[in-house]
């Protein structure tokens, strides 16, 4: 009987375990957690003309926690271009300066981070979060602290939520979404498509636009199929790929690493089939683990190096102060310094609404990303590059714009 | 018809496959239980050091890669040692829940040390026999994977060296009498803390084997541990705690519950099905197949 306690103890031990690894992280994710604490006071307009103190815009970023990688990319984004515009003199005669405070790649530490940024009233506006569930828990900060927010998570919800003070510097999933589809059906003319997607809630929101998209061009997909994050063995899913003859793969996956090892057995098992992937199969950790089984494959993708004449000269002003190409976490975070200049050289003072409706009045700002025309949501791009891999590296094969 | 001879097969090997692997990690678990009776719940960790080891020695110091997969279970057997040391050895005379929440703890922190050592990029390792553009054979519409063919190999003569070491030799005894009664095998004059020191020793050493073996199919990440582990306990305790028979067929039998019950039912319950299985042994076997061989204590 004692032994038997002691292996309920272990079991229980167990489950303490798996609930402290599955709490990992879901790039994109849209799951809210927790209430943001409200701060209890909101931010002040900076001080008005005859200023010569530089204007602070602040900025949350992963310095520590899993995603400190895309932290420092964006980080180096931001402050490029702070450094340009300050180079060129300025926001009405004041130069920029950053503030950065580390979310440690978690929901709480975002949320603790903006409310220290909100403390200081010189910072006139934030660049928050590219994770949609860090954006979500920071949503009700944002909402009492009235200052202008850009934001990176693609969920669809979050500039869908009624408010006014967050900003989109990325298309959202519904256009990814959107374009996977016309571009396999359309462009590639395929009409039995399978749907492969992560159970996650970007994985799960993003199927169910790829799926609404496709029936809304006359398809009905073959399989639509998830998995959960993590999986080491897709022999289950690709066999019942197989048999259900689909010409064409729309995948819908979080992680690069569940890409690689499905990527490797599609190639294993002899799978014939054309790839369309979302966003996550032309990150580089992807192309690094699976090598050639992702040649000739398809991505979507919202940030591509020579995918307009801004985004060329922003990666060659990148590649000259940083040494290697930008990669969209760099791209957001410097378009959205970019934008919040603009924005406020266009206001006619530095109080958060001025600055808001000056976003909002922003058409044709040519940025890294793409063209930025902000709606009344405050998404400010809508189109995504599908690009094709060629022996490994991702070439421009078209840009795609959904006019609603 | 035709067609799903070769899906059946396919699904067997594959799930024969990961179940090898499930049950390389669980036999560490169960040889660090039927020493010291605690459950190693860094044993999953074992495996991805040293895959992170063998990483470092081939990519980082560009040692051949026989070489460096020799060094890293070198490296693997004095980390065991010191692992011992600094997580068994201090809390030796306590009783075993406190040795287990300090696994727990030594899992988080490895996890964590790889996470702030490597990153979160996950990393890439050759297989051992790197051939041909796929790294496996197909026959008669079955894919096989050299990479687990040699997995699986490698298990199997493991199970074997160890239930033979375990049952024939003196050095195998001495270590059953340790885990029987400590303090009457001290009596008879066997030296105890060597004898444990000894099983760490081998179970980082076969974690960490495990690690390098699944590393070129699964990728080298911070995680790629924990799930592992966890499968692997979910193994023994199917198989009968303690029992090396039982580890090696809990790890099969659950490699093949998870991919027929994720082909023939559903793919993101494919994880519950494991812990389904461990959840009804629990209840109604819970000495598991083979029963427990360790005699019951007073």
Redesign the interface.
Known sequence: MR??L??????L??A???T??GG?SSQGGGAAQGGGQPSGQSAQQAAGGGETKPIKIGQVIPITG????SGKYQKQGAELAVEQINAAGGVKGRKLQLVQEDDKTTNPGAVAALQKLLEDKEIVAVIGSIRSTQVQAMMPTIAEAKIPVAIGGTNYGLTHSGNPWVFRFRPHDGYSAQVLAKFTVEELGKKKVAVIHS?DAFGTGGKDFVVEALKKLGVEPVLV????N????Y???L??LK?SGAEALITYMTF??DL??MA?QI????INVTWVGSPSITA??AA??AG?ALYGTYGVTDFQVDGSEASKKFAEAYKAKYGQNPDLYSAWTYDAVMVFAEAMKKAPDLKPESIRQAILSIKGFPGAEGEYNFDQNGDGLRHYHVVKNENGTWKLFKTITITD | MS?SLP?VG??LF?GLS?GGVYALVALGIVLIYRATNV?N?AQGDFSMLGAYILVVLTQGAGLPYGLAFAVALAAMALFGLLFALGVYYPLRNRT??PV??AT?GA??MF?NGA?AVF????Q?LRPIIDAG????V?VGGV?F?YQYLVTLVVTLVLVAVQHFFFEYTLLGKKMQATSQDKDMARLLGIPVTAMIALTFIYSTFLGGLSGMLVAP???V?H?MG??L??KA?AAT?TGG?GDVKGAIIGGLALGIVE?FG??YIS??Y??AFAFLV?IIF?LFR?QGIFG?KVA?KA
């Open positions: 032994r038997r002691g292996l309920v103890t272990i079991v031990a167990a303490l375990l798996v402290a690894c990992g899993e995603a400190a990688e159970t199929q998830g998995y959960n993590g999986e080491k063995d022999t289950a899913i066999t019942a048999q690069s690493t690689g090892i490797k190639k294993q098992l002899g580089k950790d690094n683990l050639d | 067609e899906i396919q699904l594959t990961i459950v719940f075993f829940l287990i929440i727990i899992s988080i996890q996470l990153g979160p990029s996950p890439k553009p796929t790294g496996g197909t894919f994977d199919i699964f990728f990440t995680k924990a799930v582990g966890l306990f305790i705690f991919t994720a082909a793919v993101p494919k994880d461990l629990l819970p427990e019951e």
